[in-house]
């Protein structure tokens, strides 16, 4: 796996598992939402520890953590669980009175980590953009929508992504993701 900061969630059984494609639960992570102008995002950058990124569909990873941009002064931030307050109140002091918000939404997503030769095709069952890997590069996030549901879709790996969704949607959206998986174990 390409990302250290997913790691499958061990108390949680596949969701699938065939030769040519895998999906698993990943353990949960720190997730924050944040939004903030020049002067917020140098602060949380130092907070952070790394620049935070500023190119459309990129990912910045750094020191166990990792911002994903959303929007022109938006990024989903992740640490793993047990840095959540820490990286919070960090977060917090750096930013100070600098306009912005910060906001724990740790326990609102979820997410899926897709891996194997099938994993393009099988997200493009719900996913309506080419995910060939000279289209959507290692490295390159989004968000989208997987049939109905939103989700965040982060390639991680040549073969490897990572489906975030709002916990409320990710039954729906694995339950949908695993269904045209039927038609690799029929051949």
Known sequence: MANPLYQPDAAE???????????LKAAPLGRFSFRGRKAAQDAAAKALGFDLPQQPLTAAE???????????????????????????AAMTQAIGDAPHALVDISH?????????????????????????VSAFPVGMVTRTLFHKAPVMLWRIGDDSFVVE???????YVAGLLAEPATELQAA
């Open 13 to 23: 059984e596949p969701v699938l598992s065939l030769p040519a494609i895998s999906m």
């Open 62 to 88: 750094s020191s166990g953590k990792a911002a994903l941009w959303l929007g022109p002064d938006e990024w989903l931030l992740l640490a793993p669980e047990d840095d959540t307050e820490a990286l919070q």
């Open 108 to 132: 609102r997503q979820e997410a899926l980590i897709v891996t194997g030769d099938k994993a393009e095709w099988l997200l493009n069952s719900g996913i309506p953009i080419d995910l060939d």
């Open 165 to 171: 969704a709002w916990g409320s949607f990710m039954d």
